[in-house]
């Protein structure tokens, strides 16, 4: 899919998906992602999907919504899907995402929502049958608007939403086989990575397939590395 770089939509609904390959990160002009009524445990990496616009969800198995999945990046997102889950803790770093209109967040476990969500300019907020301590229920059941208005006075004085990490930046070379320089073969399978990043997470790694092509200034464009399954150097966690 990686390879797919004009593709805007995908709709993997009415599966049974897991999770979805990572080279879809790869997809920057991607513009609806439609996931909804799979089995989906924890929120696929989509840091590289800077041009999605809608992110669906629904009717899944998530229990949270975290920064590492680098939904922060999604700044062109406009609407947001997450109703029928288990969703018990969500990222305020939602609030990066300055165009979003429509976030659904019905029927989750959801008992706190974060005060930086005032901050934005949705037309919708569906919050319907959750166990929501902190947000009285008739300022609920007027709108969204007062929803919103009730968020932002706890907003703390020069609060900042946390702006992106490393590793949500460099996710989107994951696998990119345009950009890596080096190609580590299993078997069939072929992973296209980064000497630098291997290296560092693993010296196994370096000493046995690197360190002597470096020692002898062999200037190779691109290395194919074969790698039995049995010997998989170890790479730290």
């Known amino acids: 899919l990686g390879y797919l770089h004009s593709l805007q939509e995908i709709n993997f609904c009415y599966n049974k998906l897991k999770k979805i390959p ?6 920057s002009t991607l ?3 439609i996931l909804s009524e799979n089995q989906f445990e924890h929120m696929p990496l989509i840091s590289g999907l800077v041009a999605l616009t809608v ?3 629904r009717k899944n198995l998530l229990t949270e919504i975290d920064q590492y999945c680098g939904i922060d990046q999604c700044t062109d997102l406009q609407t947001l899907e997450l109703e029928n889950n ?6 305020p770093e939602i609030a990066n995402c300055t165009k979003l209109q429509y976030l659904n967040l019905d029927q989750n476990k959801l008992t706190l929502i974060p005060p930086e969500f005032g901050l934005l300019k949705l037309q919708y907020f569906r919050l319907k049958n959750n166990p929501i301590k902190m947000i009285p229920i008739d300022v609920y059941h007027q709108g969204t608007e007062k929803v919103l208005e009730y968020l932002r006075q706890y907003v703390p004085e020069n609060s900042e939403i946390v702006q992106s ?6 996710a989107a070379f994951t696998n990119n086989p345009r950009l890596s320089d080096v190609v580590i073969r299993v078997g ?3 992973f296209f990575a980064h000497q630098v990043i291997v290296c560092a997470r693993s010296p196994t790694f370096f000493s046995t397939h690197v360190q002597g092509v470096i020692e002898k200034k062999e200037e190779v464009e691109k290395h194919n590395i074969e790698l039995e399954k049995q ?6 966690d």
């Open 22 to 27: 990572e080279s879809i990160n790869q997809l």
């Open 31 to 33: 513009k609806k992602l």
């Open 55 to 57: 992110l669906d969800l």
């Open 86 to 91: 288990r969703i018990m803790d969500i990222c």
């Open 165 to 170: 990490k490393m590793y949500t930046d460099l």
């Open 188 to 190: 069939e399978d072929q």
């Open 231 to 236: 010997k998989l150097p170890k790479v730290d």
